[in-house]
C-alpha cells in the first residue's frame, strides 16, 4: 500500500528535541503520526555521515592577489558537476524508522517556519547589545574601528585580499558594475532565475540585461547557453551562485578569459560555498554579498559588501560607495552614499565567528531531508537538490521540485498544515513586466520557466529542529499522497 511507506525516522526524532517523542508509548507515537506504524531498516545516522564525508571537498587555499585576468584554475581536476540524488542518499544501513499510514484523520501538527532567524541570533545576543550599547554611548555610527574589523574578517573569511562593506547586496552588484565601467549600450549577461536585483543593477546603469538559461540540475546559469550570447556589446557576466551552490566557474572564468568580459560573482545566497576548493566571491573580479537578515551571513537590517583581489578595484569601489569622492569633498565620479552603519558591522563581525557552525548546521538538515525523502520513497517522485563533487553547497535554500504541475497544490496543503514553504522564483526575470522591452517570449527560456514551475523551498534554517523537519516531510508525503489519490479517483 503506497500509503504505508515509511516517512519519520524515530532514531533521528529522538536526536534532538524530539527526545521526549521517543520516549513515547507505541499508542501515542500512533496518535502524533495519525495512523498505524510499523518499522523498517533505514540508517539516518550514517546516511548523515556519510553525505557530510563524501560531499565535503574543503582545501585551506588563499586565492592571492589577481589583476583582471584572474588567477589560473586550481590544478584539482573538474569533477563533474551532477551528483545524483541516488548517490547521496546510496548509503543506508539499518536502523528503526516509523511509518505512519496516511488513510485516517490527519493529526494535528504545530507550525514549522520558513525561517527564523531568532533561534541562532539568541546565542550572540549578549555580547551584540553589549557592543550596541558601547557604540550607543560613544556615538560613532558611521564608518570607524568597526566596519574595517568587518571588513578584515570579511575579506579572509571570503579568501580575498580586499571586503568593501556598503548597504546592500542590490548597491553591492551597483557598484560592482560601476566599477567595471558599464554604461548604456553594453550588455550583461546574467540568469532570469535569480533575485530581482541581479538584472535591476544593469538596467539602472542604463544597460541591457541578456538572459541566460539555467542548468536543470544545479539551477545555476548554463555556461553552454552564455558562450551563445556573447556579442561586440558584451561587456560582463554575472554568474549567480544560487540557493548557496557555486556555478560552473571554471567555464566562466575561461569564458571571460578568452573574451576579456568582466567576472563579477553574484554572491548574495552564497557566502562560504565553494568551487573546487576556493571561496565565492574570490574566483572572478568582484564578488557581490548580502546581508539581508534571511542570508547566511544574516544581519540585522539590510547591508552588503564586495570582495575583489585587485587593489585598483578594490579603490575603485570603495570610491564608488562613498559618492565618487576621491579626496574630501573632491568629486571625480557620481557615486552612490552606500555605507554598512557601524552597529550592524559591530553585530555581523561577532556573527562572524558562528558562520562555519551556521553553514554546517544547514548541510546537517540537508543531509537528513535527503534520507528522510529517501525513507519514504518521494526521492524517486521529487526533484531533490544535489550537491556537485566539486562544490561546497552551503544551502541557502534548500529547493525541490514538484513536478506534473501539482506544486501550488503541494505549497497550498504545506501552508494548511502549517509548514512553511516558499517558492523562489515564480516568474523569470526575462518575463517581468518592466523588462518586457527586451522581448523574451514564452519558451524562451525553457530550464527557467520550467524551474519557476517546479521549485519549492522547504525549511533549512540553523535552529530547525529534528521533530520539525520530521513534520515538513511528513505533511509532504501526506499532501503527495492525498492529491494523488483524489487524482487518481478523479
Ligand atoms: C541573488 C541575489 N542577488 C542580490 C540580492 C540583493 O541583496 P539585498 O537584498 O541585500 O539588496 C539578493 C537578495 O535577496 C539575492 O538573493
Redesign the pocket.
Known amino acids: 500500500m503506497d500509503g504505508a511507506l515509511g516517512y519519520l525516522s524515530r532514531s533521528a526524532v529522538g536526536r534532538q528535541d524530539g527526545t521526549r517523542l521517543e520516549k513515547m508509548s507505541k499508542a501515542s507515537l500512533d496518535r502524533f503520526l495519525g495512523g498505524a506504524y510499523r518499522t523498517v531498516g533505514v540508517g539516518l545516522r550514517s546516511v548523515a555521515r556519510g553525505f557530510a564525508t563524501q560531499v565535503d571537498l574543503r582545501t585551506e587555499r588563499f586565492a592571492g592577489g589577481k589583476t583582471k585576468s584572474m588567477s589560473p584554475s586550481p590544478s584539482t581536476p573538474a569533477a563533474p558537476h551532477s551528483t545524483s540524488a541516488a548517490q547521496l542518499t546510496a548509503f543506508a544501513p539499518n536502523s528503526t524508522i516509523a511509518v505512519p499510514q496516511t488513510s485516517g484523520t490527519p493529526a494535528p501538527m504545530a507550525a514549522v517556519p520558513l525561517l527564523d532567524v531568532t533561534r541562532t541570533n539568541a546565542e550572540i545576543r549578549d555580547e551584540v547589545l553589549q557592543l550596541w550599547a558601547q557604540i550607543y554611548d560613544q556615538g560613532g555610527f558611521i564608518g570607524g574601528p568597526h566596519v574595517k574589523n568587518l571588513e578584515a574578517e570579511l575579506a579572509r573569511v571570503c579568501e580575498s585580499r580586499h571586503a568593501i562593506a556598503c548597504a ?6 551597483v557598484l560592482a558594475l560601476m566599477a567595471a565601467g558599464i554604461e548604456p549600450g553594453d550588455e550583461v549577461i546574467c540568469p532570469a532565475f ?5 538584472a535591476s543593477a544593469v538596467w539602472r546603469l542604463g544597460a541591457t540585461p541578456v538572459f541566460a538559461d539555467i542548468d536543470p540540475l544545479t539551477f545555476n546559469m548554463d555556461p553552454v547557453h552564455v558562450r551563445s550570447l556573447i556579442n561586440n556589446h558584451t561587456k560582463a557576466i554575472i554568474p ?1 551562485h ?1 540557493f548557496g551552490l557555486a556555478c560552473d566557474m571554471s567555464a566562466f572564468r575561461e569564458i571571460c578569459e578568452t573574451e576579456d568580459l568582466w567576472l563579477i560573482e ?1 554572491c ?2 552564497s557566502i562560504g560555498a565553494r568551487f573546487q576548493g576556493q571561496a565565492v566571491g574570490s574566483i572572478g573580479d568582484i564578488g ?1 554579498f ?3 537578515p ?2 547566511n551571513l544574516g544581519g540585522f537590517g ?3 559588501f564586495m570582495t575583489a583581489n585587485d587593489d585598483q578595484v578594490a579603490a575603485q569601489l570603495r570610491i564608488f560607495a562613498n559618492h565618487g569622492m576621491t579626496e574630501t569633498y573632491r568629486h571625480e565620479y557620481v557615486g552612490l552614499n552606500s555605507r554598512l552603519d557601524s552597529l550592524q558591522a559591530a553585530a555581523l563581525w561577532i556573527k562572524c565567528r558562528q558562520l562555519d557552525s551556521l553553514a554546517e548546521q544547514r548541510r546537517a538538515n540537508v543531509a537528513r531531508y535527503q534520507a528522510l525523502f529517501a525513507d519514504c520513497k518521494l526521492d524517486s517522485v521529487l526533484g531533490l537538490p544535489t550537491e556537485p563533487a566539486n562544490c561546497f553547497h552551503v544551502w ?1 535554500q534548500y529547493t525541490i521540485r514538484i513536478p506534473d504541475g501539482r506544486r501550488d497544490e503541494i505549497k497550498a496543503a504545506l501552508a494548511e498544515r502549517k509548514i512553511g514553504a516558499a517558492v523562489y522564483y515564480p516568474t523569470p526575470l526575462s518575463r517581468q513586466r518592466c523588462f518586457a522591452s527586451l522581448g523574451y517570449p514564452e519558451g524562451s527560456l525553457p530550464h527557467t520557466e520550467r524551474a519557476c514551475g517546479e521549485v519549492l523551498s522547504l525549511p533549512v534554517f540553523p535552529g530547525l529542529t529534528h521533530s520539525e523537519q520530521d513534520r515538513v516531510v511528513a505533511s509532504l508525503h501526506e499532501a503527495w499522497h492525498s492529491q494523488s489519490r483524489l487524482r487518481a479517483a478523479g
Open positions: 546592500s547586496g542590490s548597491d553591492a552588484l535569480t533575485f530581482f536585483a541581479t549567480v544560487l553574484d548574495a545566497q557581490c548580502s546581508f539581508y534571511s542570508k539590510d547591508g552588503g541557502n
